[in-house]
């Protein structure tokens, strides 16, 4: 028991320190631990990822595989977030229904969903003088008695053979503008202003409303995203494998 007027500094240090790990381990939130090694179990054979030899002995940042944090309008995270959660195997309706709850935080959203646009302007005073009649743009008394707003019977979403707001005027509008949306996804401001996506609060827009394109082609699968990565970067630097006879070196069994 003598010892103990000695050893008590060095137990309340021992206390402090293990408060202040503990606390610093709950601050860091969702930030995991850097992994040393990373198993993929996947169709082609298991990849087991050196990370800590990545990272460490071949001395590359961490931002040249994980890029999460270097996008506009995203707040800078001391977290990393798995691959799949973005990268997922298909954007099946499950990743749909599923992938809000695989961020930290909302700033992740608007990494991909990156544009949203207001309404369409339109001068309908002026465009009563560009077209020869009202009916060039509304329907006759079969459908619409007397000219009114569209939106009486045209939704947010198409139903049976009443077709959504927007493609009914997309589709009117096409008929006098088809050279705005001959340009694509670059001629939609031509109508659309774009929202300020750093405050940006409301519902998502489906990315194929505005692109052209599979979602796999404007996002890459995981798969993809792997094999595009790794190999990538060994092509490269010259160093590591890639290429159709080195599959095994990262599929190492089945
Ligand atoms: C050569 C590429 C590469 C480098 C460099 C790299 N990482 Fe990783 N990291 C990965 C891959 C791949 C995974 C596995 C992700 C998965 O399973 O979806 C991973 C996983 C992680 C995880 C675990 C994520 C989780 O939720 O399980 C953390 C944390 C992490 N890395 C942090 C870092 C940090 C910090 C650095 C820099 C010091 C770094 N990484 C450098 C490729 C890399
Ligand atoms: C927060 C979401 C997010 C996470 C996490 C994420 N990615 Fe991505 N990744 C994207 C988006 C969005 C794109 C496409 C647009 C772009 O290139 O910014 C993309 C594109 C890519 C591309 C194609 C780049 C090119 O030049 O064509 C590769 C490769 C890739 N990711 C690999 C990975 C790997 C490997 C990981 C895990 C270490 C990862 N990504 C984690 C969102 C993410
Ligand atoms: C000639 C004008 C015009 C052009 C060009 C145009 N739009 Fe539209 N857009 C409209 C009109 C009119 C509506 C329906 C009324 C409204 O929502 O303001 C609409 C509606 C939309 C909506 C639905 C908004 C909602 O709240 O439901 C989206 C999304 C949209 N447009 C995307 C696009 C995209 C993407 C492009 C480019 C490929 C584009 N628009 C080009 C006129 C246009
Ligand atoms: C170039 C296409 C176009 C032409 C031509 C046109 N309209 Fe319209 N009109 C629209 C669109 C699109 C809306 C819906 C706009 C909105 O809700 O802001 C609309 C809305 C209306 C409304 C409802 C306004 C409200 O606020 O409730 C009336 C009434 C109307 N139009 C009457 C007419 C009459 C009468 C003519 C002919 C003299 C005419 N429009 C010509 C496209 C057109
Ligand atoms: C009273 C309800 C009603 C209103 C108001 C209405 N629509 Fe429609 N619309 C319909 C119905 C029903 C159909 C489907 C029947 C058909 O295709 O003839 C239709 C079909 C369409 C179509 C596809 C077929 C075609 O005629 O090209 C377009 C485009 C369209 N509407 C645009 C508009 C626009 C633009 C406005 C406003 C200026 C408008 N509609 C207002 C009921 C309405
Ligand atoms: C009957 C033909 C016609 C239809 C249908 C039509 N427009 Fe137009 N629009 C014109 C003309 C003509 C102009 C003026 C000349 C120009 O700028 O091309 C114009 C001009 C515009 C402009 C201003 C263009 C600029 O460069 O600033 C906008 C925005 C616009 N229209 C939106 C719409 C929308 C939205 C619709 C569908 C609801 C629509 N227009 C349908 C004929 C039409
Ligand atoms: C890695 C890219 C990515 C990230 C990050 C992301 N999403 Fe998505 N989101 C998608 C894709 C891809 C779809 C489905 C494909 C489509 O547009 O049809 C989708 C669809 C949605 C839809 C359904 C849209 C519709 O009308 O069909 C909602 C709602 C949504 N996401 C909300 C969110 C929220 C909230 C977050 C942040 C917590 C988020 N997303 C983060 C890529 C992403
Ligand atoms: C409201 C419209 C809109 C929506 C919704 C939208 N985008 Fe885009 N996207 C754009 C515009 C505009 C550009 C810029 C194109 C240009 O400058 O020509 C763009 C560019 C891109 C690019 C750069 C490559 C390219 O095709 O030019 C990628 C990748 C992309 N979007 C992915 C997505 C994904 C993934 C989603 C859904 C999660 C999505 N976008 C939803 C409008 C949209
Ligand atoms: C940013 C560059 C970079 C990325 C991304 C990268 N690597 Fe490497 N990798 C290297 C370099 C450099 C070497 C070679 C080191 C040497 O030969 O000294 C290497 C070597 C390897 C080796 C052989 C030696 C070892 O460490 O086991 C394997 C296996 C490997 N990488 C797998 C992967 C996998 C799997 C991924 C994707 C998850 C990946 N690498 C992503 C740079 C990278
Ligand atoms: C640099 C390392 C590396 C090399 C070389 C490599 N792969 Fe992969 N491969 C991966 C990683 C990492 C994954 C993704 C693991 C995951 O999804 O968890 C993967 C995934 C796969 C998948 C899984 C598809 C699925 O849906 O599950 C197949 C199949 C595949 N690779 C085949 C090949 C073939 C064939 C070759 C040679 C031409 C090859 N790979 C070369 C690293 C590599």
Redesign the pocket.
């Known amino acids: 028991m003598r010892s103990k007027p000695k050893a008590l500094p060095v137990i309340i240090a021992a206390v402090l320190l293990l408060a202040g790990s503990i606390v610093g381990y709950v601050q860091t939130g969702n930030t995991s631990k850097i992994p040393v090694r990373v198993l993929?179990?996947?169709?082609?054979?298991n990849?087991i990822?050196s990370h800590l030899a990545h990272q460490r002995d071949y001395q590359l940042e961490c931002s040249q595989c994980h890029h999460d944090k270097k996008v506009d309008g995203v707040v800078s995270q001391g977290d990393t977030v798995k691959c799949?959660s973005c990268h997922p195997?298909s954007f099946d309706e499950q990743y749909v229904s599923t992938h809000m709850n695989a961020f930290p935080d909302a700033s992740y959203c608007t990494r991909c969903h990156h544009q949203e646009y207001q309404g369409a302007k339109f001068d309908h005073d002026a465009h009563q003088d560009y077209a020869n009649d009202c009916y060039d743009c509304h329907h006759d008394e079969s459908i619409e008695p007397e000219p009114q707003k569209c939106s009486n019977c045209h939704k947010k979403e198409s139903s049976g053979e009443l077709i959504s707001m927007r493609l009914a005027g997309h589709e009117k509008c096409k008929t006098c503008h088809e050279d705005m949306f001959d340009a694509g996804v670059s001629g939609c401001q031509s109508c659309h202003t774009p929202v300020d996506m750093t405050t940006y609060k409301g519902d998502y827009t489906a990315c194929n409303k505005c692109h052209n394109a599979e979602i796999k082609d404007l996002l890459p699968t995981?798969?993809d995203a792997?094999?595009k990565e790794?190999?990538g970067c060994?092509e490269e630097m010259g160093a590591?494998?890639?290429?159709?006879k080195?599959?095994n070196?990262?599929?190492i069994s089945k």
Request: proline share 7%; charged share 20%.
């Open positions: 993929l179990k996947n169709k082609g054979g990849v990822f799949e195997a995981r798969t792997f094999h790794c190999m060994h590591g494998p890639s290429g159709p080195d599959c070196r990262c599929h």
